[in-house]
């Protein structure tokens, strides 16, 4: 790679042209230091940067990411499709053919909506709530993510009163609190929004509560308001349906989006039928919602789902990195605290408050090959391997022996910066 | 095509599977009797149903088809892209490349943000304003479109009052209801959006009065509030520059999406150096905002708009077919209303309040293999060519004709029932 592309020189140009140099959950400003901005190459669970230096990515797009970078099957769907028809003044018969996939696949689901973003899977869950109820508010847990609208970005600049007005919130997990919004509800509520698995940012995963989430089906089922389980990040990642089908409790509705394409845009919004006239009933729309393109390679990444072992191959590649990663920090006095499905961990580490460890440990894992994220789920894919997965356990020891070497470790400033973490 | 592909067959799998069989901008309930719903393939400047019937699609995608449907260029550089890296852990260097193009194209632009949906970019609009003044009240134009998201879906339904607190209404091109409109925001306006030009639906199209678009100017100058222009359904249609630059009015932001990747799903809000340190203090983003593949077709359509005479082309065949409409409608005593940019048309008859005689021509057009829109404002590509254009005229002939023949011009159920028209 000449200078001209360096991921340097790409941010200097991009400091001129784009607000910030970045925006969004791919911004790296609150990454460690070392860690690219720009990517020119993606092939199997591999990224390249502007500088031509490869990545084992445990970031997999942030989601999309689920059978391979490049994946030739779902790639070579897309793209017969493209040369046939794809934005065209109506959807082909493969929006036909993918609800009936969608639908067939997820148990409690009758139909299907397709749209673009997760965000537009969430918003619609939403407004069907409120179509399907005439009620406007929604119980969300709090620090939970769906989305980047006005009424769900966790940033609050750019937004009003308005776009939170009928909202409650409970704790994810805590049959109290759920039951103590659904009262404040009053008699109002429209929807309890529910994430598949506790995978906020900074914090330690937590799998569903089998008695919280079935408190939030009867409380659904006593008020006549619909259950959403947003699988928008975790859908087909831990289960070859929706992701409460493991603690057997069915929601109404359910959000897709990020892998059910391996990449290419789409993004779905579920539903039985007790919200099929709520849903028809709503107008919501956008100009690439029914592009064929994306639909054929949804099609194609449903196949490898029902026909591989991606999930359980991902499993035990996530047990072995798990295994793997304790075992290097013990022998390197560190603790790790690895939660959430082991296909989508996060990791933090013990008496980390500022996450100058987190920190520390990724650049040195960068500086090795391995991208890995200091507060937020990762995700693996099929296409790792056990060998990929020993060659991240062998950086991550060589990564903790240089920590020793070098113990300084402070609160990342621009986290400080943030408000994110205390320093110190 | 086998039985089992027909339009009829997937219309009747989709009730099943889809609420309403279909939903959104693109669904044929609302169009004349026989108009497809499904579509197998796209090619230059037409479109083949799923009985494989063509048409001269003057919908074009409804925006996204300016240089022909499959255009062979910005189809390979998708492609090329796509196999290199698309969704990745993070951009590849095109988003500068794009950046820089598009900010160096639009006259008002200093930076560009990207996006999936046009509603992504109105969003994204509003909550810069909001950002940058601290200021909440918006101006809209009664009956504009800005997307389809709670606070702008022409459909109420699923929506609440907060989605809509801090709206104020004018009436486009009145300055009167534009100045009644800031003072009644007393202080609190954030922004004024702006259509490019009138192109609601229903009703004539019309042209922005330069009265009308200084006084939005001055309104913005003088209270520090953003001038927003929507160029989401006409950008690059009109101009190769926001579609303000043809009467010297330029706004602090525009959204732009459909065309600029000819059909590829990518949006973008631009904006001045204003308001670029609010643009950077909001939180938004998608799974697939940052993408390569769409930027790179993105990038060879930039190419196509700066090195055709597309502009220029699609302007001579509109005005070849206003005029030859007008001559083929007289000869058979109708008269039409056809408004807008000649490139980007609306037809209503005259005498025709239920829509009855637009739709028994659209009906009769659609037989003969032209697909026209009753009430939406049309779009023509650059893969049409004069002699599509007289095949249009003179199937126009044939079918107003046909209309001769047969008087019995009803006003369509679906429109009287869903409230649109009122019957006869």
Redesign the interface.
């Given at each position: 790679m000449t200078a001209i592309?360096s991921d340097k020189t790409?941010q200097r140009?991009?400091e001129?042209?784009?607000?910030?140099g970045?925006?969004?959950?791919?911004s790296?400003r609150l990454m460690p230091e070392g860690y690219?901005?720009?990517?020119?190459?993606?092939?199997g669970a591999h990224?390249?940067d502007?500088d031509g230096r490869r990545y084992l990515?445990f970031?997999?797009?942030?989601?999309?990411?689920l059978f391979g970078?490049?994946h030739p099957g779902v790639?070579d769907a897309?793209?017969a499709q493209?040369?046939?028809?794809?934005?065209?003044?109506?959807?082909?018969?493969l929006?036909?053919d993918l609800?009936?996939d969608m639908?067939r696949m997820v148990s409690h689901a009758?139909?299907?909506?397709f749209c673009?973003?997760?965000?537009?899977a969430t918003?619609m869950a939403?407004?069907?709530a409120?179509?399907h109820t005439r009620k406007?508010k929604i119980i969300l847990a709090k620090g939970a993510y769906h989305g980047?609208?006005?009424?769900c970005?966790?940033?609050r600049?750019?937004?009003?009163?308005?776009?939170?007005?009928?909202q409650l919130f409970c704790t994810y997990n805590d049959v109290e609190s759920l039951d103590s919004a659904a009262r404040e509800a009053g008699g109002e509520l429209a929807a309890i929004f529910a994430a598949p698995f506790r995978h906020d940012t900074f914090v330690d995963q937590s799998e569903p509560d089998l008695a919280y989430a079935k408190r939030a089906r009867e409380i659904c089922d006593e008020t006549g308001a619909l259950l959403i389980v947003d699988d928008?990040r975790a859908g087909f990642r831990l289960a070859r349906d929706c992701s409460w089908s493991r603690i057997g409790i069915e929601p109404d509705l359910s959000c897709w989006?990020?892998a059910i394409a391996n990449?290419?845009?789409i993004?779905a919004l579920l539903?039985s039928d007790k919200a099929?006239?709520?849903?028809?009933?709503?107008?919501?729309?956008?100009?690439?919602?029914?592009?064929a393109a994306?639909m054929a390679a949804a099609l194609a990444t449903l196949k490898l789902i029902l026909e591989t072992d991606y999930l359980e191959h991902t499993q035990r590649l996530g047990a072995q990195l798990r295994t793997g990663l304790d075992a290097a920090a013990a022998r390197h006095g560190f603790g790790l605290r690895q939660t959430g499905p082991v296909q989508m961990p996060l990791i933090l580490f013990e008496d980390d408050p500022g996450l100058g460890k987190g920190y520390a440990w990724g650049a040195a894992l960068a500086q090795r090959g391995v991208?890995v994220h200091p507060w937020h789920n990762m995700f693996l894919c099929a296409a790792m391997t056990e060998a990929d997965i020993k060659f991240a356990v062998d950086a991550a020891d060589a990564a903790f022996a240089e920590m020793r070497r070098n113990t300084d470790w402070p609160a990342p400033a621009a986290l400080v910066a943030a408000g994110m973490v205390k320093a110190g």
């Open positions: 592309k790409l140009r991009a001129a042209v784009i607000p910030g970045m925006y969004g959950h791919q790296a690219p901005q720009f990517f020119e190459r993606a092939e990224i390249w502007a990515d970031m997999c797009g942030y989601g999309p990411n970078y490049a790639d897309y793209i493209l040369r046939r028809g794809d934005t065209m003044t109506g959807p082909s018969g929006m036909v609800a009936e639908t009758d139909w299907a909506m673009k973003n997760g965000t537009d918003t939403m407004m069907v409120r179509s406007a980047a609208a006005p009424w970005t966790p940033v600049r750019g937004t009003t009163q308005g776009d939170r007005a009928d928008v989006g990020k990449g290419h845009p993004s539903g099929r006239a709520a849903a028809s009933a709503i107008y919501v729309t956008g100009s690439f919602w029914f592009s994306p991208y």
